[in-house]
């Protein structure tokens, strides 16, 4: 067919995605017939011709459709690992209802397989040949402009009854498709770093499946299934025994709200979001989707009024203290100024603070987290471009886990983002060696910022005043550990008050023994998460002085 036409066919198949956003534009009859003919032509064992399409347009049946994959999204997410199952729940598949056009493509199995040429060996064929024709309906619809979506996660059955397949007629999912609402340059789950493509030569083999003993076979496909879930921490009880109510009635946040009462400091009504921020030169190295500005631009917003963690403070009825660890372009106006002085490095090639700015950092923030508890609980915040990369070499190097299990995929970045963060983590603990036992500030030289440094002392210095410490996300959890492998009594006054995205933050709240109180994979930093904690727990404490007590 000559040189373009291989061209041209290598750009299309080169050019497929999996689309998830779609314009509302309907499909013009031509391109649909023109679709479903190319799918038509697919091969068939014994040209046999199983396949169905199935077209639906009705909005009514693509929102029950879309109500299916939902459940069983959530069905499925139950089994993952937690980082998996919350990228799983972060897959867009609002296709289901945007696109104009759903077409499911059933396999018509009535047939018995011995009376099919081809089938009585293979009895499957007829399931591989309606992929075929998938496949043909995909790059079809790609050269005409069009977008498709493979959907597959619905119970087989559920889809069967929706559509009214009768018994023996088996989909293969349902298939988005409509004009494209974006341009995706690479596979979506290639690009959220689900997976990556494998090398060609990973999965060609020669001849015969090399023997065990020697040669080199494929490795089996990753799995993500959820391994045995760790014990719960069991709170202390309390006078709730003796109240209207059965014990721990409110789940979780009675475990808190005991907590934070056993602490003795008399009744809290309120609180304080302290926000440290700070830049780190790792940012030159490419693990973040954002330049280092808008750190400076988010500090200035707090103390504005008008960022998301100032905002959440003020619902959650608490007071702000901004601190400037570090932001760069000079010092912020309006923040506590606590700047380091000496040099900083970027993790992987040298250390990120001077010993004396991380005693001059910790004692400062000590200050600071002494007068915050005056107002009732301590809610950690942080601001910084670069940070996650920095949490997660603490984390690694406190834990004695390697760089792949504690770097998440960032706000905004890519899997080429998440390989260059590894890389540095990877980089920055060889450097630093194991430091798994070394004295938490020393970590913090090699490998900490200037706002884990102060949220570190504020940690300390608010469980010295004797009140709870609610912390956030991984960066605000890291100086939860950093201060508890200075003062082991320091566990006892914190509240995890929330599980975020980053992948090492389970890890951090585990070995801090704390059960988070919410799950709601934020995205946001700034102590969002833990003011909405804080505010729960204030909930949670009123209604527990509130509550009647049973007579005896």
């Known amino acids: 067919m000559g040189p373009e036409v291989v061209a041209a066919l290598a750009d299309v198949v080169a050019g497929r995605r999996d689309i998830r956003r779609y314009r509302p534009d309907p499909v013009p009859e031509d391109l649909l017939t023109a679709v479903l003919e190319s799918g038509h032509r697919a091969p068939s ?77 293979f009895p499957d064929t007829d399931l591989w040949s309606c992929a075929t024709a998938v496949q043909n309906m995909w790059l079809t619809a790609r050269a005409h402009g069009l977008g498709m979506g493979w959907v597959t996660l619905f119970d087989p059955a559920d889809l069967a009854e929706l559509l009214g397949l009768p018994d023996g007629v088996e989909t293969l999912g349902w298939m988005c498709l409509g004009w494209p609402d974006e341009r995706p340059p690479e596979p979506g789950l290639e690009r959220a770093a689900w997976s990556r493509r494998a090398p060609l030569a990973d999965v060609v083999l020669h001849e015969r499946w090399p023997a065990a003993e020697g040669g080199s076979a494929p490795a089996a496909p990753t799995s993500h299934l959820r391994g045995p879930e760790s014990g719960r921490l069991v709170g202390a009880t309390d006078s ?208 900490g910022g200037g706002e884990v440094a102060v949220l570190t002392g504020v940690v300390l210095g608010a469980a010295q005043a004797g009140a709870a410490v609610v912390l956030d996300g991984l960066a605000a959890s890291v100086p939860a550990l950093l201060a508890v492998r200075e003062e082991p009594a320091v566990q006892a006054h914190l509240v995890a008050g929330q599980r975020s995205r980053e992948t090492a933050h389970a890890a951090v709240l585990r070995d801090l023994g704390l059960e988070p109180l919410l799950g709601l994979r934020l995205r946001a930093g700034e102590g969002v998460g833990g003011c909405l904690a804080a505010s729960l727990v204030l909930q949670g404490l009123r209604i527990r002085e509130s509550l009647a007590r049973t007579h005896p």
């Open 45 to 121: 064992v014994g040209h046999s011709q199983p396949w169905r399409f199935v077209v639906v347009r009705d909005p009514a049946v693509r929102d029950r459709a879309a109500a299916l994959a939902d459940a069983a999204r959530l069905r499925q997410a139950e089994v993952l690992t937690e980082d998996r199952a919350a990228r799983l729940l972060d897959l867009k598949l609002e296709g289901l209802r945007e696109a104009p056009v759903g077409v499911v493509v059933a396999c018509d199995r009535r047939t018995p397989a011995a009376g099919v040429l081809g089938r009585a060996t």
């Open 240 to 447: 709730a025994d003796a109240q209207l109510a059965a014990p721990e009635a409110l789940g979780v946040l009675d475990r808190v709200v005991a907590r934070v009462r056993s602490l003795g400091t008399g009744a809290v009504t309120g609180g304080t979001l302290v926000l440290a921020a700070a830049d780190h030169p790792v940012t030159a190295l490419g693990v973040s989707a954002f330049p280092p500005s808008v750190t400076r631009e988010v500090v200035l917003g707090a103390l504005a009024g008008e960022s998301a963690g100032a905002l959440a403070a003020r619902e959650a009825g608490l007071g702000l203290v901004v601190v400037d660890a570090g932001v760069a372009g000079g010092p912020v106006p309006g923040a506590v100024d606590v700047r380091p002085v000496g040099e900083r490095g970027d993790l992987a090639s040298g250390d990120a603070l001077t010993a004396a700015d991380v005693d001059r950092l910790v004692e400062a923030g000590r200050a600071v987290g002494r007068s915050a508890a005056t107002s009732g609980l301590v809610v950690l915040g942080e601001v910084g471009i670069g940070n996650t990369t920095v949490a997660a070499a603490l984390t690694a190097a406190l834990l004695g886990l390697p760089a792949a299990e504690v770097c998440g995929l960032g706000v905004g970045s890519d899997a080429a983002t998440l390989e260059r963060k590894r890389a540095v983590v990877a980089a920055a603990l060889e450097r630093v060696g194991d430091v798994s036992s070394a004295p938490s500030r020393r970590v913090l030289a090699g490998l």
